[in-house]
């Protein structure tokens, strides 16, 4: 079959539920994963035949897609700071406001050496080994507590060729004897409420346990993170967190409430409340 055809193919396909930009988006990933071809191709090469085991592959992919399976679950791996990290239905996707606040801490620190960090709740390990690899000689530790994450974050690790410190830990329960000057978290913080206004890609095929919280308790973690990270900053280290959109200043009193000062709250590129630095 023509490659040109199968393009056809999925845009009639997918158009109705993704829109076409998107499924012209999904398209080239796809040949680049699965057919090692660049996304002009078609530009140069009209006629490009594809042999019937690629064709078969792209439309398993289709029927994925139809499905609402996310593109990173049907290649395997996503982007992130310039790099590549596998990913599945055990972690949640990395997304660019979490960069964002990678970015935020690259800034702030971009000059120091030898920093101690601390990510609490790591998933597919991106924000750990971000860290790792732009901080300048950072010792990094990263825990969470599912043990099918940290085997990805540990693959993710070796992936991008850094060194971090993964090991299994309750965020509500830690018992970390160091001191940190950096610690890090985007805990899960969706209430169950907001389930409505989330897609059938995030609802059917991210893990419930890294995304959602109480109604009556949004702020759970963070509790248990601002108490760990009042008594294990070094002086002058910084908490950093991602949060709930609708939370913002909620989230900042609690931290207030742990004797952090200094507690800037920041939008992500879509205008939404998304981080926060605090200071002891």
């Keep these: ?7 056809k193919i999925f845009h ?6 993704y829109g076409k930009e998107e499924v012209s988006s999904f398209f080239y990933l796809l040949i680049e994963h699965f057919l090692g071809l660049e996304r002009f191709v078609l530009a140069i090469q009209p006629n490009l035949m594809v042999e019937k085991k690629e064709e078969s592959q792209l439309f398993s992919a289709l029927s994925d897609l139809k499905l609402h399976r996310p593109i990173q679950h049907v290649i395997g791996s996503a982007h992130f700071m310039d790099m590549e990290f596998k990913v599945g239905p055990e972690v949640l996707i990395p997304r ?24 609490m709740g790591t998933g597919s390990g991106c924000i750990a080994i971000s860290l790792s690899k ?8 990263a825990i969470d507590i599912s043990m099918e994450a940290l085997k990805i974050a540990q693959d993710n690790a070796k992936k991008n060729m850094v060194q ?8 509500s329960n830690l018992n970390i004897e160091q001191k940190f000057d950096i610690i890090i978290s985007n805990p899960p913080y969706v209430r169950e409420l907001e389930k409505n206004n989330m897609t059938n890609n995030v609802l059917s095929f991210e893990p419930e346990g890294a995304l959602f919280v109480s109604d009556k308790d949004p702020l759970i973690f963070y509790r248990h993170i ?3 990270a009042s008594q294990n900053l070094k002086t002058n280290g910084i908490l950093y967190l991602e949060i709930n959109q609708y939370l913002g200043p909620e989230t900042c009193d609690l931290l207030s409430m742990f004797n952090f000062n200094s507690i800037e709250l920041r939008k992500d590129m879509y205008g939404n409340d998304r981080m926060i630095k605090a200071k002891m």
């Design 134 to 141: 732009f901080l300048n000689k950072a010792n990094v530790k």
């Design 12 to 17: 009639e396909e997918l158009d109705p539920i």
């Design 1 to 7: 079959m023509l490659l040109k055809e199968v393009k």
């Design 164 to 171: 971090v410190d993964f090991f299994k830990a309750d965020i």
């Design 226 to 228: 601002a108490d760990f």
């Design 96 to 119: 660019p406001e979490t960069e964002e606040l990678v970015r935020w801490i690259l800034e702030d620190f971009e000059k120091r050496i030898g920093l101690d960090v601390l990510d």
